[in-house]
């Protein structure tokens, strides 16, 4: 891409003018320059060498003076390696006598959430002894006599009850039962007999009627 002729299209005047199109003063007429690291220089001025990796030799002579001759043992024979230079040097620190980090007071752990399951059954010493039931009858204790009295009276008196709601019931019953039992002739005949009533009802009631209108017309007369 070229950045001088997309700029040029869109306005520029050209290399040392600021983008304003008609003053320089208004904006940057030259670029911002960048430094450059080109040197190994680190902090300071000291040269960096990444050459002399000493901690990793450090490391492999500290090992190479472990004595595992012995089972389940392991000496150290090397007392002046790299590492120890380092402790020695940081004593200020990590010292013997602790250093600094001495004056830390160590806290207790923290305590865990999962709980060991005993499979020890608890003594009946130990459990608590069943509440005692309230009496119901003051604090006098109830004789045989009277507890049996008691549950008699209560036995009558659920007798009764039942009793009570089954009468409307049997009747019921009863009506239903003597209606399974008649057959078809039998029926009807039932139902004859209450229509020949029901007509004869209604004849004598029509004869009063008669006779009642006959003796007022005498009574007018």
Known sequence: ?????????????????????????????????????????????????????????????????????????????????????????????????????????RGEPLNGTITEETSEKPTVA???PPAKKRRKHGDRAESKEERRARKAAKRALRAKEAAAKEEPQTEEAQDASVKKLETKEQRKERKRREKDSSREAEREAGESSSESKKKKKRRKE
């Open 1 to 105: 891409m070229n950045a001088h002729a997309l700029l040029t299209s869109q306005g520029w005047r050209g290399t040392g003018h600021s983008l304003h199109p008609t003053s320089d003063e208004t904006g940057l007429s030259r670029p911002l320059l960048v430094s450059r690291k080109v040197n190994n220089l680190g902090v300071g001025k000291k040269q960096h060498k990444t050459s002399d990796m000493w901690w990793m030799n450090a490391f492999d002579k500290s090992l190479k003076g472990l004595d595992t001759s012995e089972e389940g043992k392991v000496v150290q024979k090397i007392t002046n390696g790299g590492l120890d230079m380092v402790v020695k040097g940081g004593s200020k620190y990590v010292g013997s006598g602790g250093g600094l980090y001495a004056s830390f007071v």
């Open 126 to 128: 130990d459990q608590e």
